[in-house]
């Protein structure tokens, strides 16, 4: 029989302030890359930093500008999550309302308030926050003027902004991974790090350095973390999802160990300290000679994370046969189509033994507690007239996902924190924009041109996460 997971499990929710905030200048908030990036044709171009648009204009739609107005809504969100039975929220802040331009001396008290009443709304109902210091963006004022993480000032105002943070809501936020699926750079560089290129620049060597960057922010983050609170526990955050070969055909199975090295790279440095001598003979075949400041491979040995967490919505698959590679839609990542799996509306691949198989990998790798911290199925969803929708697959999907947790923590021993299922109430989609694109548990009335009424609504899957977090999942 489903024994369950153990008392004391962080069952949750995650979003992320740029897709559910909105109030995108209120409160002396300032712009964000995300508030410049439109929905329709030109996202993608601008997402992955081809198209430069910096500032907002009347022809663009901009989802982020009001997104589902948490903002003003998060009383009545908390709310829900609290009925649900959370214990845990997973929410990021966006740093142009603590520093509207990223670089200013002083932060803003009106931003910090926010967070605060945000906090104390999560506490009243016990649920423990999770933040995310920054999930993709980026003050738009430090691309402008900086070209914003290609630069290694970018390291001082994050530090500036995490001893802010940290100092302030000590007493408040225990949890806190340093940037949002760090492996993203790669991918989708204007949203993961406020990147865009030149005309032969050699871009590969931009991301490694910026991803260098970043990891120096982060391990900075967790020295101050350590000096701030003894309490904080710090984790990093990976887009994760296995790589499968395509055959046995070694070829084929040297070349997924490659792609998931791709990803590993960035938690072996956060998780070790060190880079990997793969990533240093990488370097040295493509001409990637990353820039290092004196003190850097300390800093890196000496503050590693507490904890692992990761999305996990897919397995990849690939193959070293380039006539083979004929790639697929999935989170950003090119991958083959798996013939075992299917698919959702958008091409993302349902793994849930995946799931068991990452999980595993990660922490036979790393030997930390490791976080689920997104997961979900994005899909269309067709309300009654009271907003109430029958989203059985919903169900299916994360059931699935979740017997693939209990495996793996009841048989093969992994120690995992928690779980926050992504997007626990509808909001707007990173990749494409759209509101149709819903993950929640909960409903919100607005579609993809921006209208609607806002109003929240219970779908049937809140009813059955409820009594799976009741049950501690003995109930699935
Ligand atoms: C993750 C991101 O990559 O996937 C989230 O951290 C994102 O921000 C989620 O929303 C789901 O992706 P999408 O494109 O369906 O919103």
Known sequence: ??????????????????????AYL?????????????????????????????????????????????YHHYKEDIALFAEMGFKCFRMSLAWTRIFPNGDDIEPNEEGLKFYDEVFDECLKYGIEPLVTITHFDVPMNLVKTIGAWKSRKMVDYYERLCKVIF???????????????????????????????????????????????????????????REISPEFKIGCMLAA????????????????????????????????????????????????????????????????????????????????????????????????????LKASEWGWQIDPLGLRITMNSIYDRYQKPIFIVENGLGAVDSPDENGYVEDDYRIEYLREHVKAMIDAVNEDG???????????IDLVSASTGEMKKRYGFIYVDKDNEGKGTLKRSKKKSFYWYKNVIESNAEKL
């Not at 029989?1 to 909105?22: D, I, S, V, Y």
């Not at 992994?414 to 626990?424: I, N």
């Open 1 to 22: 029989m489903n024994k369950g997971l153990p008392e004391g499990f962080l069952w949750g929710g995650a979003t992320a302030a740029n897709q559910c905030e909105g």
């Open 241 to 340: 999802g296995n790589t499968y070969a395509n055959t046995s055909a070694p070829e084929d199975v040297w070349k997924s160990i490659e792609k998931d090295r791709e990803n590993y790279f960035f938690i072996d440095v956060q998780s070790r300290g060190e880079y990997p001598n793969y990533a240093k003979k990488f370097f040295e075949r493509n001409n990637i000679s990353v820039k290092m400041e004196e003190g850097d491979k300390e800093l890196l040995k000496n503050n590693t994370v507490d904890f692992i967490s990761f999305s996990y919505y897919s397995s990849r698959l690939t193959s070293a046969d380039p006539e083979v590679n004929k790639e697929t839609a999935g989170n950003a990542f090119a991958t083959l189509r798996n013939p075992y």
């Open 167 to 225: 100092s302030r809501y000590k007493n408040k936020v225990k949890y806190w991974l340093t940037f949002n699926e760090i492996n993203m750079v790669l991918h989708i560089p204007f949203v993961g790090a406020g990147l865009t290129f030149e005309a032969g620049e050699n871009e590969e060597a931009v991301k490694y350095q910026v991803a260098h960057n970043q990891l120096i922010g982060s391990a900075k983050a967790t020295k101050i973390a």
């Open 26 to 70: 209120e409160g002396n908030k300032g712009l964000s890359t995300v508030d410049v990036i439109p929905a329709g044709k030109d996202r993608f171009p601008v997402m992955f930093g081809k198209l430069k648009m910096f500032e907002c204009d009347k022809e663009h739609f901009y989802p982020s500008h009001e997104a589902i107005d948490f």
């Open 414 to 424: 992994v120690e995992l924190m928690g779980y926050t299922p992504w997007g626990c």
